[in-house]
């Protein structure tokens, strides 16, 4: 089994910054990838980020990509997801998830931390 949790949400202003943290323990060994999703008030989970484990490649919504930047500390079993120049609709409740061998599907997710953008 694999727990995750989420920190770092918080109530910002249109324009500021947040960084968004998850730490995975557990049996961790064969982690594919992780990503950060979003539920917005009333509205469908969507994805914003993920990366591989083993090449550090990452991928970004439309909505996230040159605002969002994921990163992850092998050594720490720790994912971040560090949000510039956040708008009000990135307000949601934001969840972590990873994906292990075999991949293919999102496995385990943390219980959210919410993010409040406000104009």
């Known amino acids: 089994q694999v727990q995750l949790v989420e920190s770092g949400g918080g109530s910002v202003q249109a324009g500021g910054s947040l960084k968004l943290s998850c730490v995975a323990s557990g049996n961790t060994y064969r982690q594919f990838r992780m990503g950060w999703f979003r539920q917005p008030p009333g509205k469908e989970r969507e994805w914003v980020a993920n990366?591989?484990?083993?090449?550090?490649?990452?991928s970004y919504s439309a909505s996230a990509k040159g605002r969002f930047a994921i990163s992850q500390d092998k050594a720490e079993n720790t994912l971040h997801l560090q949000m510039n120049n956040l708008k009000p609709e990135d307000t949601a409740t934001y969840y972590c998830?990873?994906?292990?061998?075999?991949?293919?599907?999102?496995?385990?997710w943390g219980q959210g931390t919410q993010v409040t953008v406000s104009s």
């Open positions: 998830a990873a994906d292990f061998v075999p991949a293919g599907s999102w496995d385990y």
């Open positions: 990366i591989y484990h083993s090449t550090g490649g990452t």
